[in-house]
């Protein structure tokens, strides 16, 4: 069965870091470019940032460039999202997924989703 499972979710004051992880059961990621979405409350699914599948490449929504990180651990078999400076305002379910449809990585669309894991920033 393929699943992606995120965590590292939780409570954060304003400024404050956190740093997500995404791994896989049943897909191995270093096959695909990967990305994370984040969906606030009452608001559309939004676009966070993708990763090549080399890892050498990444790509950002205008919104997250400098605060946001993407990487990934090929041993592990792991993509992270790291965050920093975080803001009210980044309050959501963050959601990783794999393309695998090969596309480029600017123009990611998840195919294999997550459940998503909730982050909360307090003011």
């Known amino acids: 069965q393929v699943q992606l499972v995120e965590s590292g979710g939780g409570l954060v004051q304003a400024g404050g870091s956190l740093r997500l992880s995404c791994t896989a059961s049943g897909l191995t990621l270093r096959d695909y470019n990967m990305g994370w979405f984040r969906q606030a409350p009452g608001k559309e699914r939004e676009f966070v940032g993708s990763i090549s599948r080399s890892g050498v490449v990444t790509y950002y929504a205008d919104s997250m460039k400098g605060r946001f990180t993407i990487s990934r651990d090929m041993a592990k078999n792991t993509v992270y999202l790291q965050m920093n400076g975080l803001k009210p305002e980044d309050t959501a379910v963050y959601y990783c997924?794999?393309?695998?449809?090969?596309?480029?990585?600017?123009?990611?669309?998840?195919?294999?989703w997550g459940q998503g894991t909730p982050v909360t920033v307090s003011s």
């Open positions: 997924a794999a393309d695998v449809s090969g596309r480029r990585i600017a123009q990611f669309r998840g195919d294999i």
